[in-house]
């Protein structure tokens, strides 16, 4: 007679194996090769199917069509259990959705707990071959790699030493090719922060930080040291720079391609080790990217002490811009202030106000002080330099001045200005310039939104990085500079000599006379209803639309036809009706041109011929137009056109004898 458990086993047999039945006649209806089905009817370690049925139906049907290493799809379905216990694969769209998601996830946990045990120092055990001294006055190891230094600065302050969340071995190692010595010397107390010293063999020098953990340059290099530490003297052939290994080199590469210009694309195709090892460059991040970063990913990047804005700022939740203010403190201590945040950490913290800001607000409110007094009467011919972190730069009086120079100064308000030489104004948040009718040079640079709503004339404007830029009165000026603009406001502009601008919709309804109008690469929609002269435009790789009169047609085509798309619209103002029509429709009209908008590559495409017989008509037709008395660049053009109704036409002229 059977037990209860023999006849509980035969159950759970049978269950289990209508289960693999099941998922055995679904993927061989579906065209299973035989390797797939043994995955997935494979048995975990319990004796129960890996994949349940639904799931082994989900997974198939993601990766059937698509190569995908079956050693593979077990691992990350292994570990999509382990990280995500309550989760279904129907909450993923495909297999790189998933596989993606959990390769996160592991790299993330991997990552966190790299150095979760690093244990104690143990100079007769797993720390010996580390060992560059050890006797009664002095202990040096050497931490060349990131979980010796967390080891030998454990209960340190130490960037490089922290076991997670900003630690910059990693950093420091590729920037400067850093070799680290921790160095403990025993005779010294350790209420004595000199008792440890982390001496850093650069590439180019030699740099110390000890307990207080503030880093500084040895500037007499080896001689200063053992000038202050002679007992260090005998040990100057052990400390040597260890050069970058050639996988660090492609690693230092790969990172400092996003560092020098981080966009999100780049950064989504990184590791997670990638992501957390450059985020600790401290660069500052587009928003997007920022907006990406899991938890763990944005406390490795804010325990740099990056220079962020208030919006970034703003997105942190209390512990996080806790964190991030204690460690921009110690920053300032060691570099001053570098951002607006920056000065109100200044401004809210006792001791950081009287060592920065104490002595500045005074000396510069007295200036402002003497400055009014002097400028009463609204004049000033002399020129205005100040620099102020935390006191505003406010002359109400002011209606005539020379040149003004204005560096880090959040507010300046001149609410009185009319006319004046040169602006400079670096840096301001804040500015009031409502009734400034005309100057020379006006150079603004990182402000989001540029007013001036009564400037007419000016030399030369530079406005860098400004979202909104708002001139509604200016008409003329000579050269016009202002980039990653989303609004460009000119209503009034009827002659400037060049035009440098990166909006994607550039409106100048009354712009008259241009020599050169840059595009930048950035703009859409360009608008010039009444331009009557300009001799280029370029720079517009990406316009779709253009607004143009049709006499400036004759002469502007091959410009743009040159640095643009073939699908570019083009409206006439001086037309009755409104008519748009594509560009390449209005060459082959006007201008008869059968290769409009088309390269060789085309060419050989529509009339079905390889690449390199139309490279060669071309360089026969080049040949033959020339003689004729045009200059090469339109030789060119009307080979092409000839060779896009005929991709053998210079072989046959010349058979002709023509």
Not at 430 to 439: E, P, R, Y
Request: proline letters at 4%; charged letters at 35%; aromatic letters at 10%.
């Amino acid at each position: 007679m059977r037990s209860k458990d023999q006849i509980l086993l035969e159950n759970l047999y049978n269950l289990i194996s209508e289960g693999k039945k099941e998922t055995i006649d679904y993927l061989q209806k579906n065209g299973a090769d035989q390797d797939t089905i043994t995955l997935f009817t494979k048995l975990d370690a319990t004796g129960k199917p890996l994949f349940p049925t639904d799931q082994a139906i989900i997974m198939f049907n993601w990766i059937k069509d698509n190569p995908v290493n079956l050693s593979d799809i077990e691992k990350d379905y292994n570990d999509f259990k382990k990280y995500f216990p309550n989760k279904n694969l129907k909450d993923f769209k495909d297999y790189l959705n998933f596989s993606e998601t959990v390769h996160a996830k592991v790299g993330e946990k991997e990552f966190e707990n790299r150095n979760k045990d690093v244990g104690t120092i143990d100079v007769h055990g797993d720390d010996k071959e580390n060992v560059i001294a050890d006797n009664e006055e002095v202990l040096i190891l050497k931490g060349d790699d990131e979980h010796k230094c967390v080891r030998y600065g454990k209960g340190y302050s130490f960037c490089i030493s922290r076991p997670y969340g900003g630690n910059m071995y990693g950093n420091y190692r590729l920037s400067k090719e850093s070799t680290f010595y921790f160095i403990y010397f025993k005779k010294v107390p350790k209420e004595n922060p000199k008792h440890i010293m982390v001496l850093d063999r650069t590439k180019d020098g030699w740099e110390w930080t000890f307990g207080e953990n503030q880093t500084q340059v040895i500037e007499g290099g080896w001689d200063e040291l053992i000038a202050q530490y002679p007992i260090l003297a005998k040990y100057e052939k052990k400390f040597v720079n260890k050069p970058l290994t050639e996988e660090e080199k492609n690693y230092q590469s790969k990172l400092g391609s996003f560092v020098r210009l981080p966009k999100k694309q780049k950064f989504d195709g990184f590791s997670y080790k990638e992501k957390a090892d450059v985020l600790k460059f401290g660069m500052e991040l587009p928003e997007d990217v920022f907006d990406s970063l899991d938890k763990f990913l944005r406390n490795e990047y804010i325990s740099v002490g990056p220079v962020i804005e208030q919006n970034i700022f703003d997105k942190l939740d209390d512990k996080e811009k806790e964190r991030y203010t204690k460690v921009r403190k110690t920053i300032i201590k060691q570099q001053d202030v570098k951002s607006v945040l920056d000065r109100e950490i200044v401004k809210n913290d006792p001791e950081l106000f009287e060592k920065f800001a104490k002595d500045d607000i005074q000396y510069n409110q007295n200036f402002i002080k003497n400055f009014n007094i002097t400028t009463e009467n609204g004049y000033y011919d002399d020129k205005i330099y100040f620099y102020s972190k935390y006191v505003p730069f406010v002359a109400k009086n002011l209606i005539e001045s020379g040149n003004i120079t204005i560096h880090n100064t959040l507010e300046v308000l001149l609410p009185n200005l009319k006319i004046c030489g040169d602006i400079l104004l670096f840096a301001a948040i804040n500015i009031d310039l409502k009734n400034l009718t005309g100057c020379l040079d006006i150079y603004i640079p990182e402000v989001k939104e540029i007013n001036l709503p009564n400037l007419k004339r000016c030399k030369t404007t530079r406005f860098n990085n400004a979202k909104i830029v708002n001139l509604p009165n200016l008409i003329e000026c000579r050269e016009f500079n202002a980039s990653s603009n989303e609004q460009l406001n000119l209503p009034k502009l009827k002659k400037c000599k060049t035009i440098n601008v990166t909006s994607k919709i550039v409106n100048l309804p009354n712009l008259i006379e241009c020599e050169e109008l840059d595009g930048t690469a950035g703009v859409e929609e360009l608008y010039l209803p009444k331009l009557k002269k300009c001799n280029n435009i370029i720079n517009i790789f990406k316009l779709k639309k253009l607004v143009i009169p049709k006499k400036m047609m004759e002469v502007l085509p091959w410009y743009i036809l040159n640095r643009t798309k073939t699908d570019l619209e083009i409206i006439h103002p001086e037309d009755q009706e409104v008519k748009v029509e594509s560009f390449k429709d209005y060459l082959l009209e006007k201008y008869k041109r059968m290769s409009a908008g088309m390269d060789e590559e085309d060419i050989a495409k529509k009339d079905k011929v390889p690449v390199s017989t139309i490279k060669k008509q071309i360089k026969m037709g080049k040949k033959v137009e020339t003689e004729h008395g045009v200059n090469m660049k339109k030789a060119k053009r009307i080979a092409m056109d000839h060779l896009a109704e005929n991709p053998k036409y210079y072989t046959k002229l010349k058979k002709a004898k023509l």
